[in-house]
């Protein structure tokens, strides 16, 4: 099974994949983690990131294949994938097919975690306590927000209309999600 899980910045789509991974024997692709990981490193690419990632605005697609594509050719789980902050606009959801395909995987829903604004903004500073996140402060929420208005909640109606949506309430409880988000996967 391949999944996406799309949403805003704070809607609980990091803590929500690793339960579903662990759930469905699925391996977690984060974006954010594996461009997180490269300027940990300090590479030359994590360097000629980092300022992009800390400001919330989007890395080229460029960037995200090749790192895409070095996590799946070192990764052999035929079981699936799932995507988590990829793809974030149009064109890296043609990419995506376009990988899946090159794979002989094909997507078998894309789970969408609604969460009202205001709640984000909580979510997101509590988070900054936690991790210690650059991008994770008010200001450059709003900018992330406002290009996942922009750019990423497009996406929804076009796997809506590829009847891929899986809609899912993400206010409640953790494990409240989690069950919501089981329930509907179990009956794909
Ligand atoms: P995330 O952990 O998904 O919230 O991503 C953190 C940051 O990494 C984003 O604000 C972007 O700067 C960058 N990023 C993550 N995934 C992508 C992607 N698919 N395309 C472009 N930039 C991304």
Do not use: W
Request: aromatic fraction near 4%; proline fraction near 2%; glycine fraction near 8%.
């Amino acid at each position: 099974m391949n999944l996406i899980l799309l949403g805003p910045p704070g809607a609980g789509k990091g803590t929500q994949a690793l339960k579903i991974c662990k759930s469905f024997n699925l391996t977690h692709i984060s974006t954010g983690d594996l461009l997180r990981d490269e300027t940990k490193s300090e590479s030359e690419l994590g360097n000629q990131i980092k300022s992009i990632v800390e400001s919330g605005n989007l890395v080229s697609n460029e960037i995200i294949l090749k790192i895409l594509k070095k996590f799946i050719d070192g990764n052999n789980n035929q079981n699936g994938f799932l995507f988590d902050g990829f793809p974030r606009n149009k064109e890296q959801s043609l990419l995506l097919n376009k990988l899946m395909n090159e794979i002989n995987f094909k997507l078998d829903g894309v789970i969408m975690l609604d969460v009202n604004k205001d709640l984000l903004l909580d979510r997101i500073l509590k988070r900054k306590k936690d991790e210690g996140r650059a991008d994770d402060n008010e200001e450059v929420l709003q900018n992330r927000l406002r290009i996942y208005l922009e750019e990423t909640q497009p996406l929804i109606e076009i796997y809506e209309n590829e009847n891929l949506l899986i809609k899912i309430d993400g206010v409640g409880e953790i494990n409240q999600v989690n069950q919501r988000i089981n329930t509907r996967l179990e009956s794909l």
